[in-house]
């Protein structure tokens, strides 16, 4: 399979330095892009639009062909903690629209007994060497088909699911946490012995008993924001690796 282009170094680096809040070259910043706001337009639309249009990942995901500007988050994260090598098998939840397969699939070498496995409770166009699943990763049918499949286990889970939210804050926090233990009880089901697993959380409490698992099952547990994320957004990553399997 062909690998998907890459940024010739990590793209926090490769972007223009006006860009970098702390280079002070504030002159040299392109101008933003403004939105006029028309009747058929929403203020929220209008602010969404503006940042989609300023953002430079947005862009260099467009320029590389990428399906989402996430796809620089794995990126980082896989030059930080290693995660995905040639002959990896990996399970990527949420997938769809895809930018976390796309950059795990360009790295697996099927040729090596690598897979990507892209499931979604959504269609997912497809990707080529990617296998896709359409189905709720919390049927348990799914889980068994997916572990007899899997005889060995899967080295890597991959999570950048996020719930919708509802406009009430502690609610909708509550709601990611339970996605994020779900994505764990999956992760814990099909993991192989020394796998890792990746799941999104955004911060506002109450993450304790979910960090508590993961530390109790892995044997390395870490927080990282990568420089993909955005500034002003609550989300981090947890990155457990050297699954310990379940007591």
Not at 6 to 23: G, K
Not at 118 to 142: K, Q, R, V
Not at 186 to 213: C, H, N, T, W, Y
């Amino acid at each position: 399979m062909k690998k998907p282009p890459q940024p010739s170094r990590p793209l926090e680096r490769a972007l223009p330095r006006a860009y970098d809040d702390a280079s002070g070259e504030v002159a040299t910043r392109p101008k933003a892009v403004r939105v006029r706001k028309t009747g058929s337009r929403t203020t929220s639309s209008k602010q969404w639009l503006e940042r989609q249009l300023n953002d430079p990942f947005v862009a260099e995901a467009q320029r590389l062909g990428y399906r989402s500007r996430a796809a620089f988050k794995l990126i980082q994260l896989n030059e930080r903690f290693d995660l995905v090598h040639a002959g990896s098998v990996v399970v990527d939840l949420g997938a769809a629209p895809g930018g976390w397969s796309q950059i795990a699939g360009g790295i697996i070498r099927p040729e090596r007994g690598g897979r990507v496995i892209a499931l979604d409770i959504l269609e997912m166009e497809s990707l080529p060497g990617i296998i896709p699943i359409c189905g709720d990763f919390t049927d348990p049918n799914l889980v068994e088909r997916l572990r007899a499949d899997l005889p060995a286990g899967a080295d890597l889970v991959l999570s950048d699911m996020a719930e919708p939210t509802m406009g009430h804050a502690r609610t909708d926090h509550l709601r990611i946490l339970r996605l994020a233990e779900l994505a764990l009880d999956f992760a814990e089901s099909v993991l192989r012995p020394d796998g890792a697993f990746v799941v999104k959380l955004f911060q506002g409490g109450g993450e304790k008993e979910i960090l508590d698992r993961l530390k109790q099952g892995f044997a390395r547990v870490k927080h990282a924001k990568p420089a993909a994320s955005r500034k002003d957004s609550a989300e981090t990553y947890v990155v457990a690796q050297g699954f310990r399997g379940v007591g």
